[in-house]
């Protein structure tokens, strides 16, 4: 046997490229296709099918006529709603709200999140690296809700239980109580506090996962080198990582426009509106709460189409940087 | 063979998809054929109780409705013994999904985009969202004498009022009232439910009971100062002078007060005048009044400097510690807090209301109670046997279910004197204050949307025991029997003006504001407004006062409040022509 396949003809075939066209790449792997077969159906199904709702933004939707096609179509009406007037002041309001949370959250989230799984790195300690590392990722489990209790209470007066006013009290940094939640100034500090304070743990996870695919002999050779700790981390980790660093940006850039929806839901209150309110909370409180879903429709349209924008220049960008295009 | 293995797996996984799609239609039919197969919509024969040709509800035929309520009570306890009882004597079982008020508008919004609902919708929505939605059907075919007899007479006297236009036209009932239609003698008289400056028993005492007639703002404050300043603390916690409610669904508990100042009964955001004109007052002089006075006081500390940002639960938490000396409020919207105290024997810390008003004007804070038209529970078009839904209802506004639903059973929470007046004991009236006991015992959230018998029963009997006026003597502890002799008064309502006739077409706050018209967008900006420059405009310094309310003004310049006034007027003139019809 072993003989025959040694000698056999046939045995060039690897050698020499044949082309097999589209459906002959289908054919050979035929299984493959197959398997991805309900992946795709559940994405037309439930990514695709639902665009057809985007009708609804060029009609005046009355949930009481059922069919989307008996519904009257008004043209771009509800986008003139949308964006001029009080609306439109609000909604453009909402915008730049939307996008500086998030981008605070984000760069916080992003440059702690590595600083720490560095840290961690570096902790020769086994246990003392994981009692850290479960203290830092256990709040990623609690609930929103959980969450903007537990800040609305530690931001509140002392009589109320605020323990941060009770501290700096006790410290003599201040002499009153702050409202924090009353100040528009420091909603975004609070939101971008409370995410770090949520995700830090949960988000070093994959760094730190990275991490451990760099090839020791590398630390070795720079160990031979005479490089110290920080010479490593610098040339060593933060390059080994770097891939994973760029491709995890650019998936969250897509999210740009996702700053959240319930923090800022459960701790907005007038006296912080002009700072807290983004384009969800907008869309939930003059579309599904006032029944008015063509409005919620149109503000939805603008972010997919923002996010698409935002998404494929990120990933333009890190492709002309010599790094991972993730599409 | 792993090349056949892979090819299996695929096929599984892509009939398994298709099964789970068609599984889940599968498990959706047969929720809805429980109810429909145990009691077929045909099987019409047997006549209920009542005399009705509506099906009977037996034992026998098990019955299972599913309910959708918004309201501030909690699902009753798995072991509750009304429940129960509806299952041994009806066969009923009622699948609960409550939802709190300040969340209903955005899950009525999800549920009409659906187009799903349960069997029976209970809400609260003043827009009537449901019923323009078609989430509801017109229930006119079962409201005559030999069907649903009891919810004819119900609605009967008041049909002109409780029909409404689903869009297409015609009038008809949707929704039952679920408070304030009254049958029979009107007893009790003796709690008030409604709007007041409310003000701290203790406060009073300690002041020797001072006159409450001829309230004024700087009085009211006056007092409240009198007090923090004497005693700086409650239970060794900062005393609070001032409270402010406004969390969401709630702001009119720091928009709506002008209007009482300003001698106008509750109409919600508008003025009526004498030519029956409706007029907003949020920006006019009024207002500015109020909120200029609450910024002076603020400036001396007596505003809780936390109002605008805790939530509802947080306000009533804060009440419940006993150490708010005052706020504006409507009795039902506090009444957790106020069960907390009695339950702490704090009830020197529960409140009574004042009066405040402007230069002298006779107060109007009392008026005659309004049938909750739009409020209430209504069937949908999603439930398969709507009769059956209908003859439940019908059955619980019989006199003997109105009983057991307020009264509870005779014998383990009542009994019947001899002169047939329903009396409790004290351990009976005890255990009524105890929460857990509550949801092992009352079906609250049910009896707070159902249709009710208030008024009194033919028997004689008061509707429930809070209206019952021995039970109400009964039920008062010493401190506050002695609190109503010092001020030579009988009942808690005595603080309050007696109540005029109410204008045909009071009050305004329930004229609905069409799903989507400018009026509604406009009413929403209105409050947003408010949200963001009232709390700014008491917080402020009182130099900045001024700047704030034109920033104010000026924002609410810019919201077209005429679409507002045009909609109220129109539903005004609509009510004055309309009203007073029955069937």
Known sequence: MITKTLTSPNNSISLQPKRKGFWGTVISQRELVLMSVPILLYKILFSYVPITGWTMAFQNFKPAIRSVWKQKWVGFDNFVKLFTGINGERFIRDIGNTLAQSFITLVLGYVCAIALALLLNEVKSMGFKRVIQNITYMPHFLSWIIVAGLVSTMLAVPSSGGMVNQVLMTLHIIKEPILFLSNPNYFWGVVAGSNLWKELGWNTIIYLAAMTAINPSLYEAADMDGANRFQKMLYITLPGIKATIV?????????????????????????????????????LRYGIQMGNYSLATVAGMFKTVVSIILISGANFISGKLGEEKLI | ??????????????????????????????????????????????????????????????????????????????????????????????????????????????????????????????????????????????????????????????????????????????????????????TGGTNYGA??????????????????????????????????????????????????????????????????????????????????VATIFANKDIAKRYFQFLNQMNAKGLIDRESFTQTYDQYLAKLATGRVLGMYDQRWDFGNANDALVSQKKDERTWVSTMPTYDGIAPYYADRDVMN??????????????????????????????????????????????????VRSDAQRQQQKDLVWRSSNLLEAFRDLAPKHQGSYSDGNAFSPDTQPSEFFATLSDYDKNFLTSYGKQTWRDF???????????????????????????????????????????????????????????????????????????????????WGGSK
């Open chain 2, 195 to 276: 709007s007041g400056f409310w003000i701290q028993k203790a406060l009073l005492a300690d002041q020797n009971y001072p006159d409450l007639s001829n309230m004024t703002l700087e009085k009211y404050f006056k007092m409240i100062e009198d007090y923090k300043t004497k005693y700086p603390t409650i239970d060794g916690q900062p005393t609070i002078g001032y409270e402010i409610l406004a969390s969401t669904g709630r702001e009119w508990g720091m928009t709506n007060p002008p209007e009482y100042l300003a001698g106008a009964p509750n109409n919600g955001g508008v003025i009526v005048d004498s030519n029956n």
């Open chain 1, 247 to 283: 491709v995890l940006l650019i998936m969250s850039i897509g999210w740009i426009l996702e700053a959240g929806f319930e923090i800022q839901y459960f701790l907005g209150n007038g006296l912080v509106v002009e700072k807290s309110e983004i384009i969800d909370i907008f869309v």
């Open chain 2, 496 to 578: 309050l003006n007696q109540p005029p006739e109410n204008p045909v077409y009071y009050p305004c706050w329930n004229i609905t504001l069409p799903d989507g018209s400018d009026a509604q967008m406009a009413n929403t900006q209105m409050t947003d407004t408010a949200l963001q420059f009232l709390p700014k405009a008491i917080l402020a310094a009182p130099s900045d006062f001024e700047n704030i309310w034109k920033q104010y003004t000026d924002a609410i310049a810019k919201v077209n409040t005429k679409a507002i006034e045009d909609v109220v007027n129109q539903g005004i003139q609509d009510r004055i022509a309309n």
């Open chain 2, 373 to 422: 038209i739009n409020q209430g529970f209504g069937v949908s078009v999603s439930c398969k046997q709507p009769d059956v839904v209908v003859s439940f209802l019908n059955t619980m506004l019989s006199e003997e279910w109105q009983k057991i639903l307020n009264w509870g059973i005779e014998g383990e929470d009542y009994s019947v004197g001899a002169d047939g007046k329903f």
């Open chain 2, 1 to 186: 063979m792993k090349r056949f293995a892979l090819i299996l797996l695929a096929l599984v996984l892509v009939l398994s998809t298709a099964a789970c799609g068609s599984g889940a239609n599968t498990t959706d039919n047969s929720a809805s054929t429980v109810a429909s197969s145990s009691t077929p919509a045909s099987e019409t024969s047997t006549a209920a109780a009542s005399g009705s040709t509506l099906p009977a509800l037996t034992p026998d035929k098990p019955v299972t409705i599913s309910a959708w309520l918004t309201s501030s009570f909690a699902a009753p306890a798995a072991d509750n013994k009304i429940t129960k009882l509806l299952k041994d004597k009806l066969g009923v079982t009622i699948n609960y999904e409550i939802i709190t008020p300040d969340n209903a508008d955005q899950k009525t919004g999800v549920m009409l985009a659906g187009g799903e609902y349960p069997d029976l919708v209970g809400a609260t929505d003043l827009n009537g969202r449901f019923i323009t939605g078609k989430a509801l059907i017109p229930l006119d075919d079962y409201l005559t004498a030999d069907k649903a007899d009891l919810l004819f007479e119900h609605v009967r006297p008041y049909w002109n009022r409780l029909a409404t236009d689903a869009g297409d036209g015609a009038k008809h009932i949707y929704i039952f009232p679920n408070y304030n239609r009254y049958y029979g003698e009107i």
